[in-house]
């Protein structure tokens, strides 16, 4: 259908997204090429000059690196995995009849227009606090010792937080997938003698494929800059038990106002943001194209 | 669903559906409730559930301290005006990679969702240099096209996918008929994407709202959105629990009420063309 | 010059005010920090702006380390977003030597720069410049309950050693009735748990740095401190006490939690407040030492300074000079009560009268903020100045990260070995790059 003439006028359209996202993405990006490679720190901006690979080398032999590096894959599979998991299950329960759908869907779905710091605040101090918060009254009140989640399991404790926050938006999109599966097939199935698990594996996991893929897709391009959680919980510790690469970066940049390490510990987390992204890319255009 | 089910089972349904729907925003009502008690009765052990003197002296001491409407306002601006903007860069853009779909369209996408990927804190001096050169430190509209340049990406695939699933016959239909270009948008396009359009708009205005990094980054008193009206409760001296409730509560309140509200229309375009 | 004359010169000065008030009004951005002081200078805009109709006020509130993060950008960019900024002695002097802050040297006579505490003036001036007013100073003290520390059966020294405050703190921990010993900072941060730590290793004999600013954490002083602590914190400090900082340890306080608690002698005001439980049962002792001549005290001044790259430097002195004048002190003792007032900056407030007997802690606070002293904390000598930070740009930095490892140590998820080495590689490497040797 496409003819030279709406091929232009396709081009056209397509120009201003594409330009701007480019400058977006090319002019903040080469001065932070730039930089990376200049001695910069903020307080003291006399000292400036050419370091060459200096900034790469402190940033990438910095200890803490190797802990980012595996915290935030954690991090991201962490959540994935319970999201999916408890989305899936989820969204079969609400599929089911009952009463008062509606309501629980609302309540299923709140959680997700939490402001991150908001909800990292609330966790942190009404419910995790060692002391204060309702878990420890949880725990007292059935005999047990309060625990104390975000200094002896602070990534489990933001992987937590943040599933919590994720969990809504995977239990949706599963939901309306679900809601989309021919009930004949299903009911074929039964005749044949399928218990539930059958069914569940043979049908409704294929269905759901697609649906998985795209929350894994959306979930990860937002976990792998989850920051504001961090921030507010932990600050990243004990010691670097829960840095993420963006946190580390953020520690560079603005708490040791180290411009030039900051900004290569941004190219490498640019380059490595980009290896996931091709790999997700790859595994989307699979099951996408379909 | 046709198959019929015994009402043992849809009351067992019923029972564990509640029960893990109340637990999933139990948080959020503890904070509620939280908001109405005084700073005592907050960290009362045992806790307290609803029978205590409902106060509302929180939201006022808030009221007092933060000016609240101010930051609400700019949220809305920033957020809705960003989301708008969005769109009127991204239709086109996704109305032609649906139906002119080149060689490269679909690497164009995964490009813009790439872009999405960049730690925001790594470009943070660079941008903050740029913004001053402009002049548009702690300005809203500065923070709108921000805002819409994160979120272009996430709008332009959306409407992608809802695009795609209009069957392209109809608009060969239409080009049959004499339509223009700009009719075939108006007219025939445009109300069969109204539903996927509304969802997108819904999602990116919650983005927007909840974006926490720039937002508190580039902006000081004129332009400060309900992100930073938070940052100033995060740890005050003393006992916040019921401050830090209220607070939070002011700063969710609008975006949860708007999504409850359009439930049905975020819910349908939350797809991503992920169902067929 | 004739009456009629100077009458109508009168007249038309009040118009031009008048007229420049309603045509330019002067809006001043300001940048401070969520702590109680601040929020009540906050609350007296109006009176400000009664006595001040072509100055405006707009604020921004924030929560400390966001607001050093926004203001530290700004000023170093100079993207001049602020007209007056909340900034602490840390920052003073490296940011004056920078060229970045107003001079304050030319405020007016009746703000009395001599009134204000030698301690605190000191740390505010480069090269005879005052960079900041201070709007209030604090050391740190020893805070305790009077009632717990008599069940005990014990009494408190005016001025303990860190031993007798370890064997008090096991004596009145009480963990079935959530009683706690002792509280203090264990949150990551330079100006969090670093500032207990490095307050408290002064008085262990350690330093950060020796003359050629070696980094110091591999002698036996710093170990020690840190077994002192991780253990005394271990037997009687509260669960989660490494994500502990000041506000939390605060609460805890105010709830009767807390046995003792050593941290900033601002905090005195609250724990005696309307908003405390254990008001009336509360009593002050130095901080506390190990004989070697230094205390566990450090010297701070929250202060407002205002950045070059103001548009409005003398409505922003007009400011300035307004929030840290006794004038504005009155004021907040009339609407709030002397114990209220913002502590430890003039002499004059503790020569009077009204506020003495209104504050109990007032003569402990004055003490320890004299007994502090910046340049010269450390029982070796050493190549800074500082009690509880070391006034370098690169300090931020190390000390945040040196303070990640700490935090790690109380928390027992990795060893004091392992911490301090951690510690001694980082700031090494940091220092090295810097170039300081």
Not at chain 1, 202 to 222: D, E, K, M, N, S
Not at chain 1, 232 to 238: A, D, H, I, K
Not at chain 3, 250 to 259: D, E, H, S, T, V
């Amino acid at each position: 259908m496409a003819t030279a003439h709406s091929r232009a006028a396709a081009r056209i359209m397509i120009a201003p997204a594409t330009v701007l996202l480019l400058g977006w993405m090319l002019i903040p990006l080469c001065m932070t090429l730039y930089y990376s490679f200049q001695r910069y720190r903020l307080l003291t901006p006399d000292n400036r000059g050419w370091v060459g690979f200096r900034n790469y080398e402190r940033f990438l032999t910095n200890p803490a690196f190797q802990d980012a590096l595996i915290n935030t894959l954690l991090l991201v599979l962490g959540v994935l995995v319970i999201t999916v998991v408890l989305g899936v299950l989820l969204a079969i329960l609400l599929d089911q009849p009952m009463f008062g759908q509606g309501i629980v869907r609302i309540l299923v779905i709140a959680p997700f227009f939490v402001m991150p710091t908001v909800s990292a605040l609330v966790w942190k101090n009404m419910f995790m606090n060692p002391v204060n918060g309702l878990f420890a009254y949880a725990f007292e009140a059935v005999g047990l010792q309060p625990y104390d989640f975000l200094s002896q399991a602070p990534l489990a404790s933001i992987i937590g937080i943040v599933a919590w926050q994720w969990l809504p938006f995977a239990t949706l999109i599963l939901l309306t997938a679900i809601q989309s599966l021919n009930s004949e097939q299903m009911e074929a199935a039964e005749m044949d003698g399928a218990g539930p698990i059958q069914r569940f594996i043979y049908i409704t996991l294929p269905h759901l494929g697609r649906a998985i893929t795209v929350v894994i897709l959306i979930q990860t391009i937002f976990l792998l800059s989850i920051f504001a959680e961090i921030l507010v919980t932990t600050n990243g510790g004990p010691g670097t038990a829960s840095t993420n690469l963006t946190y580390l970066v953020y520690a560079e940049s603005l708490l040791s106002f180290d411009v030039g390490e900051g900004s290569a510990g941004g190219v490498v987390a640019i380059i490595l943001a980009n290896i996931v992204a091709i790999f997700l890319m790859r595994m989307i255009g699979k099951n996408l194209d379909a | 669903m046709a198959r019929a089910i015994t009402p043992r089972r849809k009351a067992f349904n019923t029972a564990l559906a509640w029960l893990i729907g109340l637990a999933i925003f139990f948080p959020i009502l503890w904070t509620f409730l939280t908001s109405f008690k005084t700073e005592a009765t907050a960290i009362a052990d045992p806790p307290v559930w609803f029978f205590f003197d409902w106060t509302t002296e929180n939201y006022s001491v808030v009221q007092e301290r933060s000016g609240y409407f101010r930051y609400f306002w700019n949220s809305v601006l920033i957020s809705v005006g960003s989301t708008l903007l969005g769109l009127i860069i991204a239709v086109p853009a996704a109305w032609s990679m649906a139906f002119v779909p080149a060689r490269r369209t679909k690497d164009i996408l995964m490009w813009m969702l790439s872009t999405k990927m960049l730690p925001a804190v790594g470009v943070l001096v660079p941008i903050y240099l740029i913004f001053r050169d402009l002049g548009i430190l702690d300005n809203v509209w500065g923070l709108v096209f921000v805002l819409m340049m994160i979120n272009l990406p996430i709008i332009v695939w959306m409407l992608y996918t809802y695009f795609r699933e209009i069957p392209g016959e109809i608009l060969e239909a239409a080009r049959m008929d004499g339509a223009t270009l700009k009719s075939e948008i108006l007219y025939v396009l445009a109300p069969m994407a109204v539903p996927g359009i509304a969802s997108t708009v819904l999602l990116n205005i919650i983005l927007a709202w909840n974006e926490a990094f720039w937002t508190l980054n580039l902006t000081a008193a004129q332009s400060a959105p309900l992100t930073a009206f938070i940052a100033s409760y995060s740890s005050p001296e003393g006992l916040f629990y019921a401050k830090l409730s209220a607070a939070s509560t002011m700063a969710i309140a609008p975006i949860l009420v708007m999504g409850w509200f359009s439930q049905k229309q975020l819910v349908r375009g939350l797809t991503f063309g992920a169902v067929k | 010059m004739t009456k009629m004359n100077r009458a109508l010169m009168g007249a038309t000065a009040f118009c031009m005010v008048a007229g420049v008030a309603s045509a330019q009004q002067t809006t001043l951005t300001i940048a401070t920090v969520n702590n109680g002081d601040m929020i009540r200078m906050q609350g007296m805009t109006d009176s400000f702006t009664e006595a001040n109709p072509d100055i405006a006020l707009e604020w921004v509130t924030l929560e400390e380390n966001v607001l050093r993060q926004r203001v530290t950008t700004d000023i170093a960019t100079n993207g001049g977003q602020y007209d007056v900024m909340t900034i602490g002695t840390y920052e003073v002097p490296i940011w004056g030597r920078q060229g970045w802050l107003t001079s304050l040297n030319d405020l007016p006579a009746e703000w009395n720069k001599d009134d204000i505490l030698p301690a605190i003036a000191g740390g505010l001036t480069v090269d005879g410049e005052l960079y900041a007013a201070p709007f209030y100073g604090e050391s740190s003290m020893v805070m305790y309950r009077t009632d717990l520390m008599e069940e005990a059966g014990l009494e408190m020294p005016e001025a303990p050693t860190w031993e007798f405050i370890r064997e008090a703190a096991a004596a009145m921990t009480d963990e079935e009735a959530e009683i706690y010993g002792i509280c203090a900072r264990g949150k990551a941060g330079w100006g969090e748990n670093m500032a207990f730590l490095t307050a408290m290793a002064n008085s262990f004999g350690a330093r950060w740095f020796d003359e050629e600013w070696n980094a110091q954490f591999d002698q036996p002083e710093w170990r020690e401190t840190l077994e002192f602590y991780t253990g005394m914190m271990e037997e009687s400090g509260p669960p989660g006490a490494s994500n502990n900082g000041f506000n939390e340890n605060l609460a805890l306080f105010q709830q009767g939690k807390c046995g003792m608690w050593i941290d900033a002698t601002v905090a005195a005001s609250f724990v005696t407040g309307a908003d405390s439980t254990v008001a009336d049962q509360v009593g002050f002792a130095l901080a506390p030492d190990t004989g070697l001549g230094k205390r566990g005290n450090w010297l701070w001044a929250w202060s407002l300074a205002i950045p070059a790259s103001t548009d409005a430097p003398e409505a922003a002195k007009t400011f300035v000079a307004w929030a840290t004048s006794n004038e504005y002190t009155e004021l907040v003792a009339e609407a709030e009560g002397w114990a209220n007032v913002p502590p430890g900056t003039r002499t004059s407030l503790y020569e009077n009268e009204e506020y003495l007997s209104a504050a109990p802690f007032a003569e402990m606070t004055l003490q320890s903020i004299e007994s502090a002293d910046p340049t010269n904390p450390t029982v070796d000598p050493v190549p800074y100045t500082g009690v509880q930070f070391v006034a370098i740009p690169e300090f931020q930095g190390i000390g945040t990260a040196v303070g990640q490892q700490f935090s790690a140590a109380l928390a027992g998820t990795t060893s004091i070995d392992d911490a301090l080495a951690t510690a001694q590689q980082l700031t090494t490497d940091e220092m090295e790059d810097a170039g300081y040797n």
